[in-house]
């Protein structure tokens, strides 16, 4: 306003809303060149360093810098420490699997889920045999925990004999505690499938 159409700083103030003394501010923030250079330094030979520990490194070379400016600092020069990936899931054997040969050498488990009319939600545990195409048990429940599966695989195994391998997803039922300690109890392989494979 001052420059394209020659008002007074007090009248282009009062038009715009804004404080002469805002237009006015000059800063005086100190020049932070020395500590970025070496917060950059410290950072590129130090890459999973997060703000907090190049701190204690700065201040170790007896550069005084306050945490919250450092952090500040570095969120500006995107200094940002890559986080990690996801928790990992238990993966099983990747083996190649060999194709059953007899009945009750493979079976593949698997759930799928439904709704009833009033809105409840209930699962259907199905247990197959790879060999025969076989449909050995359909457990239909509101809840099915890993305890649960566990007991009725023994009851399959009681009325159908030994079993070598089991196949099945990365679902939290076949990864639990509870599976895993079954598995070893039973001698029982168990193939975990790639995550996305069908």
Known sequence: LKEGFGMSERRACKAIGCCRMTVRYETSRPDDREIRERMKAIAQERRRFGYRRLL????REGLVVNHKKLF???REEKLAVRRRGGRKRAI???APMLVPLRPDERWSLD???DQLTDGRRFRILAV????TRE???LIVDTSLSGMRVARELDRLITERGRLRMIVSDNGSEFTSNAILAWADQNRVEWHYIAPGKP
């Open 135 to 137: 449909c050995l048990a």
């Open 111 to 113: 759930f799928v889920s």
């Open 128 to 131: 197959v045999d790879d060999c």
């Open 72 to 74: 500040r600092l570095y």
């Open 92 to 94: 099983g054997t990747r």
């Open 56 to 59: 204690v490194m700065l201040r």
